[in-house]
Every structure is written in C-alpha cells, then in structure tokens.
C-alpha cells in the first residue's frame, strides 16, 4: 500500500528548502494582516423608504432595506455603481439608497454599539439636526458654545449624584442625545438639554458627537 507525505516547500532565488512550522506561522501571520477588513460606518435615514414602491430597481426591489426617518443603519463598504450601500437595521439587511439617508460622523467603536443599541435618532428633513421636543432650545445667548454629546451610561440624580441639590440635575439612559451649552464647571458638570429639559450633567457620562 503506498502513502503519500505532503510537505510545505519555499522557494528562494538561490534555494528550495521544507518549511517548518516557524515559517508557516510567519505566513499565516503575514497573509492575514493583508486581509482587508470592512469598515462598520453608520447612517441615519432622513426620509422613510418603502422599496416595493419607491424603488426605482422595481426587479430588485425585495433585495433592498426598507426603513423610516432616524433609523440607524449599518453599513459596510462603499456604495455601488447605481448609488446603493449595503446595510442592516432591526434585524434585517439589504441594499440602501444613499441619497435617503446621512453617514453619522463617529469613529470610537463602542459608541457606534451604544448608537446601534438605540436604534434611532430624531431627525428633520434637512438632514442630520436634531428635532428638539421644545422650541425652548433656541433661547441661547448667541455666545455660547452649543455640543452634541451621546450618553454613555444611564444616569439617574437622586441614585447617583454626589449633590445634595440632585434636582437640579438631568436624568438620562446611555445612547441618548443630550445638547451641552457652554463649558464645564468646576464640579466636571455641564448645563445641557434633552427634549427640552435642561439641567446639570456629569461630564464623565457623556462623549461628544461632531457635528455633520
């Protein structure tokens, strides 16, 4: 009965040797940091999407991610040649028009998971604003700073603030956009609004979102 014993060889310009398991490790290590790994962007839709009447690929329309205005879609890759990225959303995934939706500008990966988590963003129809609960947002002296920051973590005054004056504060859940005007105080809190409450929040629950 024959055998046969399969060996691993390189080939150098000047010599031809058996490579041990040093050197296949080394390749392996090699060929998998050439490996192209597609970077997890995300969207929120601005208008609602119904593709088995708005698609303009009537044949593919079933292939294409229904949604609805501040629904947060992941995407990976770049959009194709007829203008669609490929997303998921609420468990399901398929093609995304890219002129119905706006890329949200953030980078730190735990807070895409928190965004994801969420689910949502309110939007306008001009894009990525905000809609405030209250027109109450518009009374802000023209000199101050005005941020974006998303809640890392659920914060409830009366549980966990080190105030005595814990009603002075703004309760929040983790994901949830909150508008910071002007700067710290000396107590790490800022002065912020969410819906149209405002109130003091811990600087160190919140990370800033950039403006798109």
Known sequence: METSLSLDVLIYPDEVRIATPEDIREWELETASQVSIPTVRLFVALYPY????????????????????????????????????HGESGGLSGYVPS???????????????????????????????????????????????????????????????PNLDSEAELGFRSGEIIYVLGDMDQDGFYYGDLHGRRGLVPSNYLQPLPWN
């Not at 079933?62 to 501040?70: D, H, I, K, R, Y």
């Not at 963003?121 to 609960?133: E, Q």
């Not at 209250?134 to 023209?142: A, C, K, L, T, Y």
């Open 50 to 85: 119904n593709p088995a009447a708005m698609s303009p690929n009537h044949e593919t329309a079933a292939e294409e991610l229904p949604f609805v205005p501040g629904q947060i879609i992941k995407v990976c890759g770049d959009k194709d040649s007829d203008g669609f990225y």
């Open 99 to 161: 002129n119905m939706v706006a890329e949200i500008p953030v980078n730190d990966e735990y807070l895409k998971y928190l965004l994801m988590q969420q689910g949502f963003l309110p939007v306008d129809h001009t894009g990525m604003s905000i809609t405030p609960a209250s027109s109450d947002i518009v009374s802000i002296p023209e000199d101050v700073i005005v941020r974006r920051m998303v809640a890392l973590f659920d914060y409830d005054p009366w549980e966990s603030s």
